[in-house]
């Protein structure tokens, strides 16, 4: 079975991202899934789009305050595109308290959250449209149009 | 309604123009259900400009679909917000990546998945032929997972959580009440809609959610407090 080529897929996640960089504009950013047009928001603006229009090579984003922590992308274009995207830094600062709750079922089984090592194909987690990592990926593919 | 999607087709015949179809319909979706958008007839209907009998056909679907979830879950489920709007956000996501899956089955497509914000419907069998491996987010670290479920048979999961600045998640019942003991609830169930429906109403329980998901036939649920203290339900390791 051959999977859709990597570009593709980021094409689609990326694609599907809000565009727009919110410099000092506070609206709710808009869906956009399709990268045939450029979005026209906050002057100047990165479009995020992964069209084969940037120049290859990495590029390290701004450091951004995502309320927990910051977050920094790096990125590596290959043949226009983005092929990569690194965290250098994310909110990791939370600690995880071990507490009994009292209150818990008494029937169901309990466990301390622990972090799984565990490769998957997707990650299932509350909503989280992180501006802090739309501007870091923003300020990257800026540098790289 | 703002988030990222993600599709992925292990079949070999996928196209650009399979993805496009899916991301258009997100974007219908958006532009019909989305409270944050001015022209959205979520929006009208709220402000008064749509009358009850005026609305679209998926509109009163949602509409009827949120109410049967309302009666099902003793009220928990509850599309009006705080502010006295509705907003059916808790139901329309897992509905919306439902579809797109059905519109996928129909092109014949058998092996794929479709996530959108976080919630996921999986069918066949992963691009190694395995099955579909879902993390499990931490909302304390959220680059790491707790969790990774093996999803065999075309499930549905879904997570409702409060870990992101600014999204509170308040109690129907008791609407002075946020809810905070529990900051995510993963429900895994025969698909994302019914998935995305319960972890929703289950969520609003606060510790109580659990123990609504034992109790529903055909789903399991892994539930993190606030202390990083999980609960899952009896057959949720079976998916370990």
Known sequence: MKRLTLSLLLAATFGAYAIYVKIGVDKPAELQQSVTTAPQNAVPSANISNRGKYKDGEYTGNVEDAYYGNVQVKILISNGKISNVQFLDYPQDRETSVRINSQAMPYLKQEAIQAQSASVDIVSGATNTSQAFIQSLSSALSQAL | ?240
């Open chain 2, 1 to 240: 309604m703002d988030m990222p999607i993600t599709v992925e087709i292990s079949d070999a015949s996928g196209k650009q123009g399979d993805i496009d179809v899916i991301f258009d319909y997100f974007k219908y979706i958006e532009e019909k259900f989305s409270v944050y958008k001015p022209n959205s007839e979520i929006t009208k209907i709220n402000n008064g400009e749509i009358g009850e009998n005026e609305r679209s056909e998926d509109m009163k679907t949602v509409f009827s679909l949120s109410e049967e979830t309302k009666q099902e879950t003793n009220g928990y489920f509850d599309i009006v917000a705080n502010n006295g709007k509705f907003n059916p956000s808790g139901l329309v996501k897992g509905w919306a990546i439902y579809n797109t899956a059905e519109i996928l089955k129909k092109r014949g497509f058998k092996n794929f998945y479709v996530e959108a914000g976080g919630d996921i419907q999986v069918k066949g069998k992963n691009s190694k032929g395995g099955c579909w491996k879902a993390g499990i987010r931490n909302p304390f670290k959220t680059q790491e997972i707790v969790k990774s479920v093996c999803l065999r048979k075309n499930e549905g999961i879904a997570t409702s959580g409060t870990y992101i600045r600014g999204n509170h998640i308040y109690n129907p019942k008791d609407r002075s009440k946020k809810i905070d003991e529990i900051v995510s609830l993963t429900v895994i169930g025969p698909n994302v809609y019914e998935a995305d429906r319960f972890a929703t109403a289950a969520f609003a329980m606060g510790k109580e959610g659990i123990a609504f998901i034992e109790k529903l036939s055909g789903f399991e649920g892994y539930m993190i407090d606030k202390n990083g203290i999980a609960t899952m339900t009896t057959n949720f390791e079976g998916y370990l």
